[in-house]
């Protein structure tokens, strides 16, 4: 019986050679893939999220800015009680807002017994704070906020109208958003 030739097993360099080519090019396949859906997909992550922190910012000041502040005890008072009075900065870059304190006699002592609520970027954190004075508490309004510019006098408002620039950033996304408010 004549000897039987023997297979060889394994890969032949050609084969080897095809592998690598067609694992590049899945590669090359991938790599724009990546870039036509994957990166617009972060950029829109990013814009969303400095949306949401801008619409934070802009209902926690719409509810300050509204008129009157609810009582400290956590009763229902009357539409002059914790009535807002006025709002000043003291740099620009923060903004107290005063609320007529018991007896309401509808001006600010900037005092007790009116009460104070001050909103501020912390440069550490990147926050929007909010300290209320009746209740003694500091919250974070928004993140990703690293300025805060406030006008008091903003122009063509008499006096009666207040701008408060915001500039938040995530990133290499920055957005700046204009607050305008009026009197109540």
Known sequence: ?????????????????????????????????????????????????????????????????????????????????????SWRTTGGDDLELWFDGPPADGTTSHSLPDLAVIYWVDPVSSTLRRWDQATGTTTVVSSDTVAMAVETDYPGGGGDQLAIVLTFQYRDIIRQHTFIASKP
């Open 1 to 85: 019986m004549p000897p039987r030739p023997r297979r060889r097993t394994g890969f032949t360099l050609v084969e080897m050679a095809c592998a690598v080519v067609l694992t590049g090019l899945l590669g090359v396949l991938l790599v724009s893939a990546w870039g036509a859906f994957g990166v617009p997909a972060v950029e829109s992550y990013r814009r969303g999220r400095l949306a949401r922190e801008a619409m934070m910012a802009a209902a926690s000041l719409a509810a300050d800015l509204g008129g009157s502040l609810p009582s400290p005890v956590g009763r229902y008072g009357g539409r002059d009680e914790y009535a807002l009075v």
